[in-house]
């Protein structure tokens, strides 16, 4: 009993460290490394606003976050069986380092936020980072739901493509251009199915724990976090959906006008 003690405690020290180079690495990250290197790739950065460096320094720290844990995410959920088979109370190690890693992300995205409110605050962001934040703790604190933190992950697969929307928009790329219609219909499908087409896979594993054992063992405020979070971040996915579906309807319209006209002027002349 004495060395399942320490060897939690060890464990628990484990992913405060991992926790916290994640902070410090996606700090480096943002401040360092995305600008040393967009310069050299793009030579469009170097003509940026400040304002505008700043969000591309940070979108694309957050691109390299969701590419890290998405991955991770997608490898728990196809080959860690013991959090598939007790999605409540399995084993929640390689959980428990996935959302250490978003946990210190979320930490430095929220004070890159504040302290450039100016150029990237968004009051809609704070609050998604704030009920993930509050979910984790439970998760990073008693070991419950690693199959439910794990799923909420599978999102992160869809921030790449919003990403790349913005930085063709500011490197001037036409709405109706082909990488940016291209990227747009991914953005779209990626975004519809790893957050708006898994809702019923999340829930209906919610519903079939709902009233077991293992359930009634979470804590009322873990219960809480677990479904108060879902719902808001579930709510924001379904306005963000909305808004991106619109664009791409209207992206792809414009393309067809556009492309209508010219094949009429080329009859024309």
């Not at 009993?1 to 020290?13: C, L, N």
């Amino acid at each position: 009993m004495r060395w399942a003690r320490v060897a939690m405690d060890a464990f628990t020290q484990l992913i405060l460290l991992i926790a916290v180079v994640s902070f410090c690495t996606f700090q480096w990250l943002f401040h360092s490394v995305s600008p040393w290197v967009s310069s050299r790739i793009s030579p469009g950065f170097l003509k940026l606003s400040h304002k505008q460096q700043i969000e591309w320094n940070s979108r694309t720290v957050s691109t390299l976050h969701a590419i890290l844990v998405g991955l991770f995410c997608l490898y728990i959920l196809c080959f860690d069986e013991a959090v598939n088979q007790d999605p409540v109370w399995g084993d929640p190690t390689l959980v428990k380092i996935n959302v250490g890693i978003t946990t210190g992300y979320l930490i430095s995205d929220l004070l890159l936020i504040f302290y450039y409110w100016r150029a990237i605050g968004d009051k809609f962001f704070v609050v998604h980072h704030l009920a993930a934040l509050y979910a984790y703790y439970y998760v990073l604190g008693q070991g419950m739901l690693p199959y439910f933190a794990n799923f909420r992950l599978l999102a992160e697969f869809s921030t790449p493509c919003v990403n790349q929307r913005w930085f063709f928009e500011v490197l001037g790329y036409p709405k109706t251009s082909r990488p940016n219609i291209a990227n747009g219909v991914l953005m779209a499908a990626v975004f519809f199915m790893v957050r708006i087409a898994v809702m019923p896979v999340y829930y209906s594993r919610m519903y079939s724990v709902y009233g077991t054992e293992a359930f009634y063992r979470v804590s009322f405020g873990g219960r809480s976090a677990w479904i108060f979070s879902s719902i808001c971040l579930d709510i924001m996915n379904i306005m963000w959906m909305h808004k991106i579906a619109r664009g791409c309807y209207k992206v792809l319209r414009s393309s067809q006008r556009l492309k209508a006209q010219t094949q009429e002027n080329g009859k024309t002349d």
